[in-house]
T-cell receptor, first 114, second 113 residues
Framework: KAGVTQTPRYLIKTRGQQVTLSCSPISGHRSVSWYQQTPGQGLQFLFEYFSETQRNKGNFPGRFSGRQFSNSRSEMNVSTLELGDSALYLC?????????????FGPGTRLTVL | GEDVEQSLFLSVREGDSSVINCTYTDSSSTYLYWYKQEPGAGLQLLTYIFSNMDMKQDQRLTVLLNKKDKHLSLRIADTQTGDSAIYFCAESIRDSIGNQFYFGTGTSLTVIP
């Protein structure tokens, strides 16, 4: 079974631009969660999508948004980039049901904002 | 929100045992997990334990859970240089819409040859 894939692996943007990151979960998994990882703040939960609906959201500004498609692939978008958005963005997939107690991570997208 | 806490750094000599500790606040955890993150990579699920278990062993890894003290530990026997990484403790809490996951800050393990 293929693992979680994320594209692109690396991105360099400038302040004010926007960016879209993509995540393909493990086949059969319906839940995709996004996390931001920085050295200072650790791993912070952004949001979770399940069956094309956002069902959980962390404490991030509205510049961070996401969506999920019918094939469970998910995208997250960050608009009006700031220097502080430089981070490793991780997505994780799970079945999303009450038996979905295992969460599997992709390799991440390293975003650098200049 | 739920707090999951870990010490930031641990340094051990190759061949020794490593013990990484974690405390959590929510007693309604369903599962508790240990993830490993190597430089530039995502998180790799190492092992997990159901909240009604006390111990789980998997090759060199031993997980101990003390529910009374809300304390979880990961013991790595015969630590190797390849074990150098950041280790995250996490818990999942089941609610009406599924499992919610909460992560600790990570413990950076350095193995000295």
């Amino acid at each position: 079974k293929a693992g979680v894939t994320q594209t692109p692996r690396y991105l360099i943007k400038t302040r004010g631009q926007q960016v879209t990151l993509s995540c393909s979960p493990i086949s059969g998994h319906r839940s995709v969660s996004w996390y931001q990882q920085t050295p200072g703040q650790g791993l912070q939960f952004l949001f979770e999508y399940f069956s094309e609906t956002q069902r959980n959201k962390g404490n991030f500004p509205g510049r961070f948004s996401g969506r999920q498609f019918s094939n469970s692939r998910s995208e997250m978008n960050v608009s009006t980039l700031e220097l502080g958005d430089s981070a490793l963005y991780l997505c994780a997939s799970s079945s999303g049901t009450d038996r979905g107690y295992e969460q599997f991570f992709g390799p991440g997208t390293r975003l650098t904002v200049l | 929100g739920e707090d999951v806490e870990q010490s930031l750094f641990l340094s051990v000599r190759e061949g020794d045992s490593s013990v990484i500790n974690c405390t959590y606040t929510d007693s309604s955890s369903t599962y508790l997990y240990w993830y490993k993150q190597e430089p530039g990579a995502g998180l790799q699920l190492l092992t997990y334990i159901f909240s009604n278990m006390d111990m789980k062993q998997d090759q060199r890894l031993t997980v101990l859970l003390n529910k009374k003290d809300k304390h979880l530990s990961l013991r790595i026997a015969d630590t190797q240089t390849g074990d150098s990484a950041i280790y995250f403790c996490a818990e999942s809490i089941r609610d009406s819409i599924g499992n919610q996951f909460y992560f600790g800050t990570g413990t950076s393990l350095t193995v000295i040859p």
